[in-house]
């Protein structure tokens, strides 16, 4: 983490490369989770065969959060982009948290127009100072016939916030321009990462200050 110019939330004692440690050592324990060991058994997928690395990233505090399916998954239309957009860190998205997010699509020959299909209803965020975050990398998240994703944990250095969240005097909802520019900018970046690899991609990503930060990308189950 030194060696790469990884930027360090706080100072760098022994008690803060404690919790550095506890964190990945936490995303390891997660692939027995009883999530991800009965769905393995599930498929019949040798749970000794799956393998688990840890990545290390910086946290940025996000406005929003979103997950994109350049792949339609309710109708395999491959002309139109699906993506959900939640308020905070994406935890809440991707996690066993109520509610449901902001969903849109979008036709990839025309990034401008996205059209919302369904409002959010999530009652909470979770927002967190700059820090780093230990997110799972495991074989079992690409296996063709299993898709792993959102089994595995990814522990943040420090302890997110959990708020309130009021959608209704959010810019995201009552404000049209704001919406059709944010929205637009996450269809255009998986349109990007799609033409990239060639082929259909999963991916997560956070919107800060209007800039969208991709986090990361697996090919589309």
């Not at 308020?87 to 902001?102: D, F, I």
């Not at 033409?195 to 589309?220: M, N």
Request: net charge negative; aromatic share 10%.
């Amino acid at each position: 983490m030194l060696t790469s110019g990884m930027p360090w939330p706080g100072d760098e004692g022994e008690q803060r490369w404690e919790q550095a440690w506890t964190a990945i050592k936490k995303v390891w324990a997660s692939k027995w989770n009883e999530r991800a060991y009965f769905s393995t058994r599930k498929v019949k997928l040798d749970h000794d065969y799956l393998c688990m690395a840890v990545l290390v990233q910086e946290v940025i505090n996000a406005d929003y959060a979103f997950v994109i399916h350049t792949t339609n998954p309710s109708s395999g239309d491959t002309s139109e982009i699906y993506a959900e957009v939640v308020k905070g860190l994406g935890e809440t998205l991707v996690g066993a948290y109520p509610g449901r997010a902001l969903s849109f699509v979008c036709k990839k020959n025309n990034l401008n127009s996205p059209q919302v299909l369904g409002y959010p209803s999530k009652p909470i965020g979770l927002f967190i100072r700059r820090s780093i975050i230990f997110r799972s990398d495991s074989n079992g998240e690409d296996l063709e016939g299993y898709a792993g994703a959102g089994l595995y944990d990814s522990v943040p250095m420090d302890k997110e916030e959990k708020v309130v969240v009021d959608y209704s005097s959010d810019r995201l909802i009552n404000d049209g321009k704001f919406q059709q520019a944010i929205l637009s900018s996450i269809a255009g970046a998986g349109n990007a990462i799609e033409e990239l690899y060639g082929s259909p991609q999963d991916i997560e990503g956070v919107i800060r200050d209007g800039k969208v930060y991709v986090v990361q990308t697996r090919p589309q189950m």
